[in-house]
């Protein structure tokens, strides 16, 4: 069983920058996958950004390539998502997840039925 909390969300103007964060209760988020999701009410959680476990390669959706950042600090159990440039599109509940399945390719990456364990969600508001 993995707990996971997420933090810093909150309201930021279009064009700034918000930086989420996830913490662990595992002592050994290195052999997990992570990943960042988020959805809007009545739609469904896409996913941001995920980190294989292995070789720390990024999946990123392409509404968010060369704005979002995913990252990883296993020496203290944290995911982090630097998100910049932000859109008004960008607002959304933000869910933290990981997995022990190896993240071999987008589809798999992609798919939330992949990820057991999931945060509580923070809340990301964007000003236009």
């Known amino acids: 069983q993995v707990v996971l909390v997420e933090s810093g969300g909150g309201l930021a103007q279009a064009g700034g920058s918000l930086r989420l964060s996830c913490a662990a209760s595992?002592?050994?988020?290195?052999?997990?996958?992570m990943a960042w999701f988020r959805q809007d009410p009545g739609k469904e959680r896409d996913l941001v950004a995920a980190?294989?476990?292995?070789?720390?390669?990024?999946y990123y959706a392409d509404s968010v390539k060369g704005r979002f950042t995913i990252s990883r600090d296993n020496a203290n159990n944290t995911v982090h998502l630097q998100m910049n440039d932000l859109k008004p599109e960008d607002a959304a509940v933000y869910y933290c997840?990981?997995?022990?399945?190896?993240?071999?390719?987008?589809?798999?990456?992609?798919?939330?039925?992949?990820?057991?364990?999931w945060g509580q969600g923070t809340q990301v508001t964007v000003a236009s």
């Open positions: 997840a990981v997995t022990s399945a190896i993240l071999r390719t987008a589809m798999v990456a992609f798919d939330p039925s992949r990820y057991p364990y």
């Open positions: 980190l294989t476990r292995n070789d720390g390669h990024a």
């Open positions: 595992t002592r050994t988020l290195g052999i997990y996958a």
